[in-house]
């Protein structure tokens, strides 16, 4: 039997599209800033894309930077505006270290931004700020309620960045009805090549430039765009739109795979079970077991999957998010992160649940020799 791949927020497999779209552009020869027919045939897949991402995310008039990934459009989006920043607590760590001095943002029990106290660092900014809030969150699947969020800036003359990657192409977005102003986005998350991203500027929004060469991306990226990658990212992007339906079938899988796992594991939490989450994803806690111990456990049994966000070379540490939850300590350190997609099959749930099943006993059982 095949492995089980659950771990579809760190990256998500290439859809066909993508690899025959990065194959087509591949065999292109000109540098889109040329000016001759071999340059015009790669600018026009560059351009596609652009409208492809427009319509993943609602963009409208929006214009589309591309970028090496989300991390870049994060840095871009922070360091291109001088604002005071305002983020908060859960955010992704490429936002947290692209504005270093922001003030942070409390949330609640579930992980929700607490809109009173945003209200309050707003008031007291001294100028107007941007807002840097995530739409989904990478651990736990936790919605923020963007659009009241962007009523609340707003009405502060600030900005908001949202950091819309584990959201695109698994719910819709429809950035001007939400207020975003600034967006970022990620190909790998919903099925294209990696290091391709994107950062979303709503009309009238001006950005420096945080990197300087030439005038790519205007000027806001310096470089030689990645042709290949960009038109896989596109390709993603339409290939998502077209699936609007599996976002219920997604959600009918992790529910039950909730459910079984608590049936079959009495001690198991599932992390803000009550919170509007995405449809894909769920953070489960063995309480006093140790989480890097749990995901090399399940991928000796075939199944892969994370304990946290994928960004740290593939260090396990302490998780910023359920930190800020202030979930308790004992239930932190043995919570891991499950992720599925569109091709999620039910024999990869089964296998999952046999193996946890089979694990939480096995720790149980040591816990109890231990005491």
């Not at 600030?158 to 990620?186: E, F, K, N, T, Y």
């Not at 946290?308 to 260090?315: I, L, N, Q, T």
């Amino acid at each position: 039997m095949s492995a089980a791949y659950l771990d579809w927020n760190a990256t998500a497999p290439l859809r066909a599209s993508a690899r025959d779209a990065m194959t087509a552009a591949l065999d292109l020869t000109g540098n889109p800033s040329s000016v001759h027919r071999f340059g015009r045939d790669a600018r026009r897949l560059v351009e596609a894309a652009r409208d492809r991402v427009k319509a993943l995310v609602g963009a409208g008039d929006a214009g589309i930077v591309f970028t090496s990934g989300a991390t870049e459009a994060n840095l871009m989006a922070l360091g291109g505006i001088a604002r005071p920043v305002i983020r908060s607590a859960v955010e992704h760590v490429s936002v947290a270290a692209a504005r270093v001095e922001a003030t942070v943002c409390p949330v609640d029990a579930d992980g929700a931004i607490d809109l009173a106290a945003l209200d309050a660092q707003l008031r007291s900014a001294g100028a107007p700020a941007l807002v840097s809030v995530m739409a989904a969150n990478n651990e736990t699947g936790v919605l923020q309620p963007i659009a009241a969020v962007a009523e609340l800036v707003h009405r502060h003359a600030g900005i908001l960045h949202c950091d819309a990657v584990q959201m695109a192409g698994r719910l819709a977005i429809d950035m001007p009805a939400l207020g975003i102003d600034l967006l970022s986005v990620s190909s790998h998350k919903l099925g294209g090549p990696q290091g391709v991203g994107a950062l979303v500027v709503a009309p009238g929004i001006e950005l420096r430039p945080v990197a300087r060469g030439g005038g790519q991306e205007r000027g806001l990226r310096p470089g030689t765009e990645n042709v290949a990658g960009i038109a896989g990212f596109g390709a993603a992007c339409t290939a998502a739109v077209a699936e609007p339906g599996c976002a219920a079938d997604v959600a009918a899988m992790r529910d039950r795979l909730e459910r079984e796992a608590r049936a079959r594991a009495p001690h198991t939490i599932v992390v803000a079970s009550g919170a509007a989450r995405l449809p894909n994803t769920t953070a489960l806690a063995l309480p006093g077991a140790d989480a890097s111990t749990i995901v090399m456990a399940l991928d000796l049994e075939g199944v892969a999957v994370s304990a946290g966000a994928a960004c740290s070379s593939g260090k396990v540490q302490p998780s910023h998010v359920l930190t800020a939850m202030q979930v308790p300590a004992a239930v932190r350190q043995g919570t891991i992160r499950v992720s599925l997609g569109p091709t999620t099959v039910a024999v990869e749930i089964d296998r999952f649940l046999d193996a946890w099943a089979r694990i939480a006993a096995r720790l149980d059982g040591g816990s109890r020799a231990a005491a």
